[in-house]
């Protein structure tokens, strides 16, 4: 009986031996799992990997306004006829295209005034100080020229295509012609004869005919 007991009393020694050893190596396993776990998902992935999935997501993207085919042939025409860089050229003549879009005006007229007052020279100077592509006066329109800058948008062929253009249209608007409104726009309200109006819109009549006949001309060049 003595050594039966004594088997009993060591064979509980040892299961309680094993069970605290389970306890300690589970407790270990537990707190070196912690120490492995990452502070966010990004630690799972090394630096070069994050990079390239950066670069899988989707950028805000804006589609070009598709240009009317019209530009590119008044594009060449008046970069021929008024001795200017293609680029200024397509540079006025998108701004005319989009002012007028804004403001409700035919693009051909704004650049038939364009045509009659600079030739297209950015920089041109009237003796009454008119200045730019649609030759502005400054002094007459500083609360439109302050909306734009002030007088330095004269100079930036974009902003004084605006000007002239949101001009034209008031003017078209007030006088209740179109052939008065140009006459008003040159200062020239009272001439009876209409001289600049008939003289803006032959030029207009011209720009017309350049773009209709763009095709024909293609087709020649083709031959």
């Given at each position: 009986?003595a050594?039966t007991?004594?088997?009993r ?8 031996i094993?069970?605290r ?8 396993a ?10 966010s ?10 990079v ?6 989707p950028?805000?993207?804006f589609a070009?306004?598709p240009?009317?085919p019209?530009q ?8 021929r006829?008024y001795?200017?860089a293609?680029?200024?050229t397509?540079r ?8 007028s ?7 051909l007229?704004v650049?038939?005034v364009?045509?009659v ?7 041109a ?9 649609m ?6 329109h ?5 909306q734009?800058?002030?007088d330095a948008a004269l ?8 000007l ?7 003017y ?11 006459q008003?726009?040159n ?15 032959a030029e207009r ?19």
């Open positions: 009986m050594a007991e004594d088997d009393l060591l064979r509980r020694g040892y299961a309680l094993r069970t050893r389970s306890t300690a190596v589970a407790l270990a537990v707190m070196a799992a912690a120490l492995f776990v990452p502070a998902d990004q630690a799972y992935a090394p630096e070069a990997t994050r390239a999935l950066d670069s899988c997501v950028q805000e993207t070009a306004e240009r009317d019209s590119a042939v008044l594009v060449k025409y008046l970069s006829r001795l200017v293609a680029e200024a397509e006025m003549v998108g701004a005319a295209y989009g002012a879009r804004d403001l409700g005006l035919d693009p007229l650049l038939a364009i045509s007052e600079s030739r297209f020279n950015p920089i100077e009237s003796v009454m100080g008119a200045r730019g592509l030759q502005i006066i400054p002094k007459y500083q609360a439109k020229l302050a734009l800058g002030g100079w930036d062929p974009e902003s004084n295509i605006r002239g253009a949101w001009i034209l249209q008031e078209v608007h007030r006088t209740g012609t179109l052939e008065a409104g140009l008003y726009y200062g020239a309200f009272w001439d009876g004869t209409a001289q600049y109006a008939n003289k803006v819109m009549a011209r720009l017309l005919d350049v773009v209709e006949s763009a095709p024909t001309l293609v087709a020649l060049q083709g031959s």
